[in-house]
């Protein structure tokens, strides 16, 4: 039972214009979202997080919004850069937070 | 400030023998989490530790694995008698502060140990 999905295994967007990755989750319980960004040979980096309490999170080029009632949240990235180019995971935990439950992966390429 | 520091990078062995995968968290870090991906996968988490204790073992295969975070030295993830679908990256995470606390569930990676199982 995949809680948290990430529908699109690859995005493909041209440099300067927006890339937006998406992800759906099932439990409701999940109360904390965070992206993840991953280049090959190494482990994930954090990039962004938010709160169920929040729809929207921005940070510099990144911006991430939770749709709660959709069970659905989304990272954009603008202007995407060809260094964005990597696999992003969306990742979910509950209050009691020990765990991250990470979705599939997208992996975005931003071409110059 | 060091990272989370994993070794070794790369791990190779034959069936039947023993992996041992080490992790030390980042300083000031007492939370330590192991987690593999198998390949075209996310992660799954394992189990996670604090210093001398296993808080929650749920994702550990019940057979063959086990964990430790002592007093003093890093994480050892342990795989006994390891067999072919054991071959999979293996990514230990710290975090500072009690999960559901402050800035809570942010986990810092380490580089990851890939092991393959011939």
């Known amino acids: 039972d995949q809680q948290v999905k990430q529908n699109s295994p690859s995005l493909s967007v041209q440099e300067g214009r927006i890339s937006i990755l998406n992800c759906d989750y099932t439990?409701?319980?999940?109360?904390?979202f965070l992206w993840y960004k991953k280049y090959p040979a190494e482990g994930p980096t954090f990039l962004i997080s938010i709160s169920s309490i929040k729809d929207k999170n921005e940070d510099g080029r990144f911006t991430v919004f939770l749709n709660k009632s959709a069970k659905h949240l989304s990272l954009h990235i603008v202007p995407s850069q060809p260094g964005d180019s990597a696999v992003y995971f969306c990742?979910?935990?509950?209050?009691?937070?020990?765990?991250?439950?990470f979705g599939g992966g997208t992996r975005l390429m931003v071409k110059p | 400030n060091a990272g989370v520091m994993q070794n070794p990078r790369h791990l190779v062995r034959r069936r039947g023998q023993e992996a041992r995968l080490r992790c030390s968290p980042m300083k000031g870090h007492s939370h330590v989490y192991w987690y593999r991906q198998l390949p075209e996968e996310g992660l799954k988490f394992m189990v996670y530790l604090q210093k001398e204790n296993i808080i929650d073992e749920s994702g550990m295969p019940k057979e063959r694995f086990s964990a430790e975070f002592p007093k003093e030295g890093p994480s050892i993830l342990r795989i006994q008698q390891v067999v072919r679908g054991d071959s999979a990256a293996y990514f230990c995470?710290?975090?500072?502060?009690?999960?559901?606390?402050?800035?809570?569930?942010?986990?810092?990676f380490g580089p990851g140990t890939r092991l393959t199982v011939l």
């Open positions: 439990n409701s319980m999940f109360d904390y």
């Open positions: 990742a979910a935990s509950n209050n009691a937070g020990n765990m991250l439950t």
């Open positions: 995470a710290s975090s500072p502060v009690v999960p559901g606390q402050g800035r809570y569930n942010e986990q810092f």
